[in-house]
């Protein structure tokens, strides 16, 4: 019993003491942090006035991203499209027409 109470007292002497250093240190971590960040946005705003962003993270669809921007506004390009067999076609594209109806109570 009274190692139960002493392990009670210690959790909350623990816990009470970390919570209150949480207070203490996160504004200042916090403000640290916030600090790099902008100093960062405005390393990189420096030269041309546009953020430029570099992700360093391997990502498996960066081979599929364009490299050349030379589209213009609203221009899609296509490059795979299936082959539709009307065999395949399931569901409402075979089943016919469809007629709308109120139920009448």
């Keep these: ?14 816990f009470y003491g970390m919570k209150y250093l949480f207070r203490l240190l996160m504004p200042f971590a916090l403000r ?6 902008m100093q960062k ?4 705003t420096a030269g041309n006035g546009h953020a430029e962003y570099r992700y360093t993270t ?4 960066d081979q ?6 030379t589209k213009r506004d609203g221009e899609i390009k296509v490059d795979y499209m ?15 027409e469809f007629i709308d109806f109120e139920e009448i109570k």
Excluded: H
């Excluded at 019993?1 to 002497?13: A, C, D, N, P, Y």
């Design 82 to 96: 299936p082959q539709e067999d009307a065999k395949s076609r399931k569901g409402t594209q075979t089943a016919g």
């Design 41 to 44: 946005a405005q390393q990189s």
């Design 58 to 61: 391997n990502n498996p669809f």
């Design 1 to 14: 019993m009274e190692l139960l109470l002493k392990f009670i007292v210690i959790f909350f002497v623990v």
């Design 32 to 37: 640290k942090l916030t600090e790099r960040v």
């Design 64 to 69: 599929f991203k364009q490299t050349n921007s």
